[in-house]
């Protein structure tokens, strides 16, 4: 059974930083793209970052310049660095993997079928 764990979450202020980790674990975690989603209160989730199994990103525009995605196989950990931070990026953050393989970065959430619990980010002003 695949899993997710994410961690790293918190309450910054604007111009700080802070990096996501989600940990996988069921499966082989190098042949599958990940991704990073969030939802705002009243909010639909929303894409905000992907890592392909090859290791190339796509970005939200909200969080292109700002967020870098990374992956590091021998861990099973994607990351999510998040730099200048601003209210608006206030959300709870989930990790996400797909069902199967695939040659593009899917931004869609209900293309993920595997979530993890999620983890609060608040960024004040």
């Known amino acids: 059974q695949v899993q997710l764990e994410e961690s790293g979450g918190g309450l910054v202020q604007a111009g700080d930083s802070l990096r996501l980790s989600c940990t996988v674990s069921?499966?082989?975690?190098?042949?599958?793209?990940m991704a990073w989603f969030r939802q705002a209160p009243g909010k639909e989730r929303e894409f905000t970052a992907g890592?392909?199994?090859?290791?190339?990103?796509a970005y939200a525009d909200s969080v292109k310049g700002r967020f870098h995605i990374s992956r590091d196989s021998t861990e099973n950990t994607v990351y999510l660095q998040m730099n200048n931070l601003k209210p608006e990026d206030t959300a709870v953050y989930y990790c996400?993997?797909?069902?199967?393989?695939?040659?593009?970065?899917?931004?869609?959430?209900?293309?993920?079928?595997?979530w993890g619990q999620g983890t609060q980010v608040t960024v004040s002003s």
């Open positions: 069921g499966r082989i975690f190098s042949l599958y793209n």
């Open positions: 996400a993997a797909p069902e199967a393989r695939a040659g593009r970065i899917w931004t869609e959430s209900k293309d993920y079928p595997y």
């Open positions: 890592v392909s199994w090859s290791g190339g990103g």
